[in-house]
């Protein structure tokens, strides 16, 4: 049995950010090939720190959904997972026992080769009569300085696709470096061009930069005795999935029968189911038992009538319903004060696990931890520690800046923060609904202490 995680960057900010994972995630579900995929997240939750512990299985694999390797791949995202490796992750991935589970880390899908098929099938999309007479594909990157890696992978794909002599000529252009996107008039001869972003997701550059400096019209533009087809970029592609699975069957090499269920994890869970089988209060929210299955809702919504709720009736359905508050503000920390109203989530026992994941992920594991006193609790100074790239400067953040950054962000949250001192003695294990532990400062928390400090500096107000 073995579970899938899939690691994408998130947002504080924009609840779109994880919206791309969430799909894969989705189809990859579908597909049935691993028994159970997770999302975790740097910004958002399921964060990258909780991610493992939500895992219900032994035998774990570990993508993270970027489009090349750098900075988050090869530093932010193993340290934050706990692997004990920085740099860059060799092509058989890394394998580590971490808790009883053993964890298999790969490259991003961004790099495989089996991207050049993704990249094909874009083109092929945006002009399906592409040839190697009088076609040339442009595969567009961002290029920067500080990642060489990325515009390897591009320049990678170009030759192979050169070499495979689809089309008449093959470029690797970039936003921000040589040889510049600006430029394509001068190198490209082709009388139809295809372009294909090589980006992860539909955003500013795809929607906006690219078709901008290159004065796209729209899908087909026609520039004198050339016409440009822009494609959809690489990273939305439904093939990513087929990538994914590719290197999750690369990662796992010789272990072919998966691992067991981790006992804490179902210990935890049956715990709660039980309790939720005679109704149970957790955090803002409240399960009940009804005929078979149960519904979930917000507490404040209790004794309203269904007719007056959104109902939904799947976990999905629960992720998309909490993911915002009812302002439309994103909700990155789910345990903050602002679950919205309004819903009804009716849940088969099999479905509710996921949903309540969906709801508050990881407090149902990080709770019985702290109900059996098996919590482990990590201090600021440690977090603090940790951080690296422009959250470095935390580490000389105040005992008091971060009490006044906790102030502003913590009392909004239904936490207990223990990495902090603070003390919880009694959690929804013994009916206490808002007994919810916090081990560890979340990102949204290091961001406010490092805006704090910045706006010091600056000698502005937060
Ligand atoms: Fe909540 Fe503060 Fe803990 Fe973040 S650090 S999860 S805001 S208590």
Redesign the pocket.
Known sequence: MRSLVLIGHGSHLNSESAGAVYRYAELLRERGLFDEVVEGYWKEEPSLRQVLRTCRYTDVTVIPMFISEGYFTETVIPRELGLGHQGPVPPEGIARVLGGKTVRYTLPYGVHASMSDVILARAHEALPDANAQDTALVIIGHGTTRNENSNRVIHQNAERLRAAGLFAEVHALFLDEDPRLSTWTDVVRSPRVVMVPFFASEGWHTLETIPEDLGLTGEVTTFGAQTVYYSKPTGTHAMVADVVLNLAEGARGQSLQGGDVDAHHAQAWDTFMRLAQGGVRLGEAVITPQAGVFELRHMLDEGRGNAGLHTVVTPEGVRDVVREDEGGHHRP?H??RNLPRGWRAVLSAEDLPRAVHYLYPAVVEESFACHTHALHTTPWATTARRQTGIYTKVQSATAEQVEAA?RD??S??????L?ASQKLDSTVFDGVPGGIP?PE??T??VAEVRERMSAKAGGGHH
């Open positions: 920390v345990t903050l906790a962000v913590c909004r949250c239904l936490k207990t923060r990495w916090c400062a979340c949204l928390l």
